[in-house]
């Protein structure tokens, strides 16, 4: 399993984790609160993608990004 923490503040925490599994690949975006009462991890959003759909979801993003970075670096 691989885990990326996508956001963190002192106060709160957002990761993604994604595993390959005999059925395709399983994606979750896991949250954690630190100063809460009881802190433990929370699944917020997970599905299953096939390969496609995590290679269209990869696009996507990229795709994004293209738009993003040449605006902040002013090229």
Same mark, same amino acid.
């Given at each position: 399993?691989? &885990? +990326? =923490?996508?956001?963190? &503040?002192?106060?709160?925490?957002? /990761?993604? #984790?994604? +595993? /390959? &599994? %005999?059925? *395709?690949?399983? $994606? +979750?975006?896991? /949250?954690?609160?630190p &100063?809460?009462?009881? %802190?433990? %991890? #929370?699944?917020r959003? #997970?599905?299953?993608? /096939?390969r496609?759909?995590? $290679?269209?979801?990869?696009?996507? =993003?990229?795709a994004?990004? #293209?738009?993003?970075?040449?605006a902040?670096? *002013?090229?």
């Amino acid at each position: 399993m691989r &885990t +990326q =923490i996508l956001h963190a &503040t002192p106060a709160y925490e957002l /990761s993604a #984790q994604l +595993q /390959s &599994t %005999p059925h *395709g690949h399983h $994606l +979750q975006f896991v /949250s954690f609160v630190p &100063t809460a009462r009881r %802190p433990e %991890p #929370q699944v917020r959003f #997970q599905t299953l993608l /096939s390969r496609t759909e995590l $290679l269209a979801l990869r696009a996507l =993003i990229d795709a994004q990004l #293209q738009v993003i970075v040449p605006a902040e670096t *002013g090229a």
